[in-house]
Nanobody, 124 residues
Framework: QVQLVESGGGLVQAGGSLRLSCVASGRTFGSNTMGWFRQAPGKEREFVAAFSWSGAGPYYADSVKGRFTISRDNAKNTLYLQMNSLEPEDTAVYYC?????????????????WGQGTQVTVSS
């Protein structure tokens, strides 16, 4: 059974930093597409950052470019999201996702596996 488990969320003041981790078990994702999405209350789930199966990227949403950095450690089967210069607008539940096949890394329907989410709250 494939599981993705996120950690690292929390409450931080605007301008602060957090590092999210996502540990995968049940299969290795190696060069597969893996990404981060987020969902704020009353809003749809939105793309944040991802590595594509093609090796291109990483890709970032415009709203986080220059502030967030996605990285992966294949030896640990772990995906990371370093978030700097956090803003209240970044408040959301953050989800890690992994894909078996191909497709746009920015599209939620590309992904087959999802974590349970970790809450990030940025106070002003």
């Amino acid at each position: 059974q494939v599981q993705l488990v996120e950690s690292g969320g929390g409450l931080v003041q605007a301008g602060g930093s957090l590092r999210l981790s996502c540990v995968a078990s049940g299969r290795t994702f190696g060069s597969n597409t893996m990404g981060w999405f987020r969902q704020a209350p009353g809003k749809e789930r939105e793309f944040v950052a991802a590595f594509s199966w093609s090796g291109a990227g990483p890709y970032y949403a415009d709203s986080v470019k220059g502030r967030f950095t996605i990285s992966r450690d294949n030896a640990k089967n772990t995906l990371y999201l370093q978030m700097n210069s956090l803003e209240p607008e970044d408040t959301a539940v953050y989800y890690c996702a992994g894909a078996r096949g191909y497709g746009s890394s920015r599209t939620p329907s590309t992904y087959d596996y999802w974590g349970q989410g970790t809450q990030v709250t940025v106070s002003s």
